[in-house]
């Protein structure tokens, strides 16, 4: 079997998920084309990602021009089909968050996908996002190309759905993949009933290693992590506000936030007014390695956000026995079972996350490993990647085409 996947950025420290998904079919037997729009420059530090560069062709890496360039060819050679996607393409960007010159790009970089296929033994192509990797996926196919699919992982399309085309990109699929059951209810409520079957949900894994390790102790003091771009959604300064309450009366805890982003400057300095620079560490950009390394000596994941769908780094917290302090948001409550895996609150209450903060560090560390023991059973039958993507390869077995 032969497949390409399309994503509007990769390799990216924040698409290890996707990585993870492409090993595990290529595992499988699954040969795996890499497309991006993006990400030839991106900051890496993971050996696994720069070997995912090697592995990636970007559209965009040579420039806007020559994309153009390469649509106009491409529509003297095969005008009936460049018309039919100019058509698609025209009536996507009508109540698009984009004016129509950006989904006539759209179009241009189909094109170009269009050559790399030609010739590739790729019968199926998996966009992952259901923003403009899966608008340039449903092109792709509107060009000749083969049959598509597409995955979507959070709210992105759901803030304002009309933007995103929806049920004319389930309609042209041949199955809509979400990340966890929320997200799925969540793209039903946006289609037609008629094309409800097309959604199926697909977890993101964890490779097989992650499974492997023994439980690492306790460490003696309560230290809490938290894992993520530094950005609003993340809630890092809700987090600091709260563990600045706990601080005073557990002078001993500690908070590691690993990660970075557009938000730094602002939680540097929040970190400051609030008296925390000695008790609060920022990591910066971590690999995957180091995020396993921190979990370790973490006693729990704390991870505060306002908007999600399911956060790897949740299903890495568990597999690592730590429990997770999280949101009642989105799929976080498919995971994370309060008093049993971890302690969810409501997102954006300081006063109730410092509350559960504070239970969380009291709570004995038999409990605590309890409670470890159960998130690893939980996601091990949940989020296994070799088990997700032998689903998603069953999906291309019986869509792909001929």
């Not at 994503?7 to 890499?34: C, W």
């Not at 306002?306 to 890495?316: Q, Y």
Request: proline residues 6%; hydrophobic residues 45%; neutral net charge.
């Amino acid at each position: 079997m032969h497949v390409a996947y399309l994503i509007n950025q990769y390799p990216a420290v924040s698409h290890t998920f996707i990585r993870r998904e492409i090993h595990a079919l290529e595992a499988q037997g699954v040969s795996v084309d890499r497309f991006a729009l993006r990400g030839w420059d991106s900051e890496l530090v993971d050996p696994l990602d720069l070997e995912e560069l090697t592995k990636t062709r970007h559209t965009l890496k040579g420039g806007l021009a020559p994309l153009l360039l390469g649509a106009m060819r491409f529509g003297l050679r095969k005008p009936g089909a460049f018309w039919k996607g100019l058509k698609l393409a025209l009536a996507m960007s009508r109540k698009g968050a984009r004016p129509w010159p950006f989904h006539l790009i759209y179009l241009a970089h189909a094109c170009q996908i269009m050559d790399w296929l030609k010739g590739s033994g790729a019968t199926h192509l998996h966009a992952h996002f259901g923003t403009n990797s899966a608008e340039i996926a449903v092109l792709v196919h509107a060009l000749g190309g083969p049959k598509y699919s597409f995955t979507i992982h959070g709210s992105e399309v759901f803030d304002v759905p009309i933007h995103h085309a929806l049920p004319l990109k389930v309609d042209g699929a041949e199955f809509a993949v979400t990340s966890c059951a929320y997200i799925g209810s969540q793209l039903m409520y946006n289609i037609p009933h008629k094309l409800w079957d097309k959604v199926k949900v697909v977890h993101c894994g964890l490779a097989p290693s992650a499974f492997e390790s023994d439980p690492a102790p306790l460490p003696n003091n309560p230290v809490f992590l938290s894992v993520g771009r530094f950005s609003p959604e993340k809630g890092h300064l809700i987090l600091l506000e709260a563990f600045a309450a706990l601080y005073t009366d557990s002078p001993d805890a500690r908070l590691v936030l690993a990660g970075d982003g557009q938000m730094r400057t602002e939680i540097e300095a929040r970190i400051a007014v609030l008296g925390l620079t000695e008790v609060v560490r920022i990591t910066g950009w971590v690999t995957s390695d180091q995020v396993r390394e921190e979990l370790r000596k973490a006693r729990a994941l704390v991870h505060p956000s306002f908007s999600e769908g399911l956060p790897v780094v949740i299903m890495e917290a568990m597999a690592e026995r730590r429990p997770v302090v999280s949101t009642y948001i989105a799929g976080i409550p498919e995971l994370v079972r309060p008093k049993k895996t971890g302690w969810l609150v409501p997102a954006g209450q300081i006063d109730e996350l410092t509350a559960v903060l504070r239970d969380c560090a009291a709570t004995t560390d038999n409990a605590m490993n309890a409670m470890g023991a159960a998130c690893f059973e939980r996601v091990l039958a949940r989020h296994d990647a070799m088990t997700e993507a032998a689903k998603l390869k069953a999906l291309f077995s019986a869509h792909s085409t001929s």
